[in-house]
């Protein structure tokens, strides 16, 4: 499964939004429950504070009017692999340039 990077935010204080886009099958694991059937893929939001992890999200992604648009956050537990995995991607330098197709495969 491919994850690429895609920008990086600061919301109020310290905080700092890290997301990135997924293919949707990720979606039935995190999810087993759920059908996200006009999904076309996913979205993962990892929120920062100084150096520790506070929350993980992770929303379908649907095209609407020609954009994608996220619609069903939900807070996920990520295994800390995976975690460090997404936030040394994000912390690459290509990735904090914003070069395309910055991605790692899990």
Do not use: C, H
């Not at 099958?25 to 520790?52: H, M, Q, R, T, W």
């Amino acid at each position: 499964m491919r994850i690429e990077f895609d920008e990086i935010a600061s919301s109020n204080g310290n905080t700092i939004e890290l997301y990135f886009s997924a293919p949707k099958e990720i979606l039935g694991e995190y999810f087993p429950n759920k059908s996200y059937s006009s999904a076309v893929s996913a979205e993962i939001l990892i929120e920062i504070d100084g150096d520790d992890v506070i929350n993980t999200y992770l929303s379908p992604s649907r095209l609407l009017d020609g954009s994608l648009e996220e619609y069903d956050w939900q807070e996920v537990y990520f295994n800390k692999k995976l975690v460090n995995r997404l936030v040394t991607l994000a912390k690459s330098d290509d990735a904090m340039y914003g070069l395309e197709n910055v991605s790692i495969d899990v």
